[in-house]
């Protein structure tokens, strides 16, 4: 009995290191950007001004979140995408889906795009999304659902936060889909995020060169049929019970939603918006493997070709060493260079605050001026202002999982409008921040006290700071 258990327990422990180094060791080498994307970045493009008509504004609030997807929603004629990390169901969720199942009732195609892990862990076995999945006009997807014999797809995550209706609206950013993030529902907690919502006016003919909606579409199309998504939710029939009372459920709710938040009313895009010269769209590779750096190369690009500042807004910063010379690169060649991150008292990310909290020393020394926000909740926004009429929104942190893990999807505006409207935001946040001057001491501010780790969690932090050195590339 006694060897029957130890070979058990072998077998056991063989399983788990397989899935451990199959999970971690594919992604320890990071790599370098190839020439074939070096030879096609120009980062004069950026700045150019396009022949299309396109304006801009910020979705800042959870609220204003979830008001803007309903307004779009009912705008939709032929199409909604929805491409994002997470849904979780909630109240802020059953306001979408019963506004995407009224759309795909009048004839509108929707198709809905989430990681598979995520997927996985808060979408299955859930009545509303297989009670949205029975509708023959709304598809929902997984990209790179784990295979467990198959422990290096668990890693392979998609990260793309975005909704895109017909060719010409676009909400990109960093929010995922609940209502920690999404609606003012009440709840314990909540976390803060950014969006940019842009509109264009199509014209006939366009490329996706003249029209970014069309180039995120374009890519879109390329993540939705390859071959590690999947189709969910399918197969249901809308007569079965269970998902018939979902659907009612849901349909009445539309009802009470009809005329409020922003929908049933005609909408005048531009009035609540500002123009802007051109938008970019930036994306890294779609394979589930270990990616190119194309985002973090690109953003750094253009942030060394600023004339006199950059500021950063990013909730972790794990930095690879290519990242640390970048970054140093860019206060030596800057000058003007500040970095806006969540201070480890209130971020949501354990992995990334260990992490920080071991080489927060390294991060100072590449000469980046860094602020530590210490506001009511987290902040989860991902945004650049590079001098005074280039800004960026999206989804990329900057940490070495954004860098050279997960798809990321960023936005890159041209216009001294909106990069005036993404300062105003950004320094609200900034307020509520502090300059930090050593690894455990900040310049005073009036109105803005340090936030104290419990004793107990300042030890978990000492213990797990040390530990995610040896996987940080994962964080």
Not at 415 to 443: C, H, I, R
Request: hydrophobic share 35%; glycine share 8%; charged share 25%.
């Amino acid at each position: 009995m006694r060897k029957k258990l130890k070979i058990l327990l072998l077998l056991l422990l063989a399983v788990l290191l397989y899935e451990i180094v199959g999970a971690c060791i594919p992604f320890i080498h990071t790599k370098k950007v190839k020439k074939t994307y070096l030879e096609k970045l120009n980062t004069e493009s950026f700045g150019q001004t396009s022949a299309g008509s396109d304006w801009a504004q910020i979705a800042e609030t959870n609220e204003e979140a979830l008001d803007v997807r309903l307004a779009m929603f009912e705008e939709a004629k032929e199409s909604i995408v929805i491409s994002t990390f997470d849904i979780r169901p909630g109240k802020s969720t059953s306001d979408i889906f019963a506004s995407l199942l009224a759309a795909a009732d009048r004839g509108v195609r929707v198709q809905v795009i989430v990681d598979g892990l995520y997927g996985m862990l808060h979408m299955d076995g859930q009545g509303i999304f297989q009670a949205a999945g029975s509708h023959p006009n709304l598809e929902i997807r997984y990209y790179n659902k784990p295979n467990l014999l198959k422990p290096w797809t668990i890693n392979g995550r998609m990260h793309d936060k975005y909704v895109l209706i017909d060719n010409k609206l676009l909400l990109m950013g960093g929010r995922n889909m609940f209502d920690y993030f999404i609606g003012n529902y009440p709840q314990k907690n909540k976390g803060y995020d950014r969006e940019v919502l842009l509109y264009h006016q199509e014209e006939e003919g366009e490329t996706s060169s003249e029209n970014v909606i069309l180039e995120v579409r374009e890519y879109f199309q390329k993540i939705w049929n390859q071959e590690c998504t999947r189709p969910v939710f399918e197969g249901k029939s809308r007569e079965d019970r269970k998902t018939a009372e979902e659907l009612e459920k849901l349909s009445l709710r539309y009802e009470k939603l009809s005329g409020t938040r922003g929908t049933g009313t005609d909408i005048d895009w531009t009035k609540e918006l500002v123009p802007v010269k051109k938008a970019t769209f930036v994306a890294n590779p779609t394979n589930i493997g270990p990616k190119e750096p194309w985002v973090w190369y690109t953003m750094q690009q253009l942030m060394l070709e600023a004339d006199s500042r950059v500021v950063i807004q990013t909730p972790y910063a794990v930095f690879s060493q290519d990242m640390y010379e970048g970054m140093e690169q860019l206060a030596k060649t800057v000058g003007n260079a500040d970095m806006l991150i969540n201070s480890t008292a209130v971020g949501d990310n354990f992995m990334a605050s260990s992490d920080y909290t071991h080489n927060k020393g390294k991060v100072l020394e590449t000469g980046v001026r860094v602020h530590e926000y210490f506001g009511e909740h987290s902040c989860h926004g991902k945004s650049i202002l590079i001098d005074g009429d280039l800004s960026v929104v999206g989804s990329y942190n900057f940490d070495m999982r954004s860098t050279y893990v997960d798809t990321e999807t960023m936005l890159v505006i041209c216009g001294e409008e909106f990069n005036s409207l993404l300062e105003e935001k950004m320094d609200k946040l900034q307020a509520e921040s502090l300059e930090v001057t050593g690894p455990d001491t900040y310049a005073e501010k009036d109105g803005v006290s340090q936030k104290e780790l419990s004793p107990g969690k300042a030890r978990l932090f000492w213990i797990t700071s040390k530990l995610i050195q040896l996987v940080r590339y994962l964080a």
